[in-house]
């Protein structure tokens, strides 16, 4: 018998006809697979990535125009628009051999949301995978001009007065607009709301617009307040309908935002080709970090392949100066968008048990949903790592541990990670949904 250790190498066509005798085509992709993963091969150099038309999607905007993608051998990533948050999980439901998507910048709560069924047709599981965080803060809650004299900020006593004014005297709902149930826009609007006392499910009525459809229904009326990324905070403004009440980052300083996701059968049957995808989009984010690159990532942004927005309503943001359209003006803000500073990109599962907390809070999820084992599926920090050390990415860069710590609001609400029943004792508007 043959020494393993002096046998020669399987040629690929051996491989298969091995493979097939022993059990058929599902044993030989495995064999492949395994073969691919340890010399480093790519499984594929293809995968369709959805993306809305948001300025924190701009790594990914980036990483295909400046060749990220190619320069670690993805040469057929397809980077697709999508009209809605419905839309982008619908795609991955699909997956892209049925006409969908492979991955996604998308709401951080998604994956875990379509990963147990709680937002897909029928309620049927479709596991999904973080692999890395694309961006903290960079979000802002709006409010039309009917409330200019209040100037709407942090504190909501007054604008809850008006809200309640306003429903008593027309008879019908007042509502506050986000672009996903459980999302993360959802979140912070409700997050909002409920420290001024305003209860999201009594006292006002959430609706979901898409966020380039934001302006135009609150050019019409259709909404009080909305929350959303840029441009379209800004487009308001300059369009003169509304303006800024604050940046999310005034209400969790750094908040995790969205993320860049994978289905897991994809991550699983090609394991190089995600690194890869991975590596693109972390390169990218330390491009757009850079300031001196600031400006050309609102031009990239703007433009009709990804935003279809005119610079103007872009860039400022972008650069992270804040004009909030009410005489307040801040250059340079510290609440302006992290796409790598801060340990941007790193996908910490202490923020995904804090959205994963929220949804319990709002009954979007069940009170005694197992979030570790949950976490430990949907969260892929390893890759992260892997593919930051491949990166040559400096160690101070790369957290030691997997969660950023305890976290504090503007309320003064805290959140432990390591107890977040006692953070969500602490609240006193919620849903909780009973198992």
């Known amino acids: 018998m043959q020494n393993p250790s002096n046998a020669t190498p399987l040629s690929r066509r051996a491989?298969?006809?091995?493979?097939?005798?022993?059990?058929?085509?599902?044993?030989?992709?495995?064999?492949?697979?395994?073969?691919?993963?340890a010399s480093g091969a790519l499984e594929t150099k293809a995968a369709k990535l959805g993306f809305i038309a948001l300025t924190d999607a701009a790594p990914l905007f980036v990483a295909d125009e400046k060749g990220f993608f190619k320069k670690h051998g993805?040469?057929?990533?397809?980077?697709?628009?999508?009209?809605?948050?419905?839309?982008?999980?619908d795609n991955l439901v699909l997956g892209s051999g049925k006409g969908g998507i492979d991955g996604a910048h998308i709401l951080t709560p998604m994956p875990y949301l379509i990963s147990t069924g709680a937002?897909?047709?029928?309620?049927?599981?479709?596991?999904?995978?973080?692999?890395?965080?694309?961006?903290?803060?960079?979000?802002?809650?709006?409010?039309?001009?009917?409330?200019?004299?209040?100037?709407?900020?942090?504190?909501?006593?007054?604008?809850?007065?008006a809200l309640l004014a306003k429903r008593v005297k027309t008879g019908k709902p007042v509502n506050a607009a986000m672009t996903f149930p459980g999302g993360t826009h959802d979140m912070w609007i409700r997050y909002w709301m409920a420290a001024g006392g305003v209860d999201p499910n009594k006292d006002i009525t959430t609706i979901v617009v898409p966020?380039?459809?934001?302006?135009?229904?609150?050019?019409?009326?259709?909404?009080?307040?909305?929350?959303?990324?840029?441009?379209?905070?800004?487009?308001?403004?300059?369009?003169?309908?509304?303006?800024?009440?604050?940046?999310?980052s005034e209400l969790w300083m750094n908040h995790p935002e969205k993320a860049f996701a994978m289905r897991a059968d994809y991550v699983s049957a090609n394991p190089n080709a995600t690194?890869?995808?991975?590596?693109?989009?972390?390169?990218?984010?330390?491009?757009?970090?850079?300031?001196?690159?600031?400006?050309?990532?609102?031009?990239?942004?703007?433009?009709?392949?990804?935003?279809?927005?005119?610079?103007?309503?872009?860039?400022?943001?972008?650069?992270?100066?804040?004009?909030?359209?009410?005489?307040?003006?801040?250059?340079n803000s510290k609440f302006q968008m992290r796409f790598w500073k801060d340990h941007a990109s790193y996908p910490f599962q202490s923020h995904d048990l804090w959205f994963l907390t929220e949804n319990i809070r709002w009954g979007y999820l069940p009170a005694n949903l197992d979030t570790k084992a949950l976490i430990a599926k949907v969260n892929r920090e390893d890759l992260w790592r892997e593919a930051a050390k491949e990166l040559g990415v400096a160690a101070k860069d790369i957290p030691t541990s997997t969660s950023r710590g305890v976290e504090k609001f503007f309320d003064g609400k805290v959140f432990d990670p390591a107890n977040p029943k006692k953070y969500l004792d602490s609240l006193s508007l919620k849903t909780i949904k009973s198992a």
């Open 74 to 89: 993805m040469t057929e990533v397809e980077v697709l628009k999508q009209s809605s948050w419905g839309t982008t999980r």
């Open 15 to 37: 491989v298969i006809q091995k493979a097939t005798a022993l059990g058929g085509a599902a044993l030989a992709g495995s064999l492949l697979s395994t073969r691919a993963r």
């Open 275 to 331: 690194k890869a995808l991975l590596k693109a989009v972390m390169e990218a984010q330390m491009w757009c970090e850079d300031p001196a690159n600031r400006a050309e990532v609102a031009e990239i942004c703007s433009r009709r392949r990804w935003i279809n927005a005119p610079v103007a309503d872009v860039i400022d943001r972008v650069k992270g100066d804040f004009d909030y359209g009410t005489g307040r003006v801040e250059m």
């Open 119 to 161: 937002v897909t047709a029928n309620n049927v599981p479709v596991p999904i995978q973080i692999l890395a965080r694309l961006n903290l803060g960079g979000q802002c809650i709006s409010v039309g001009d009917e409330y200019k004299d209040l100037k709407v900020g942090l504190d909501t006593k007054e604008f809850a007065k």
């Open 211 to 248: 966020p380039a459809q934001m302006v135009a229904n609150m050019k019409v009326g259709s909404m009080d307040t909305f929350c959303v990324c840029e441009p379209w905070n800004r487009q308001l403004i300059n369009q003169k309908i509304g303006y800024t009440a604050l940046t999310t």
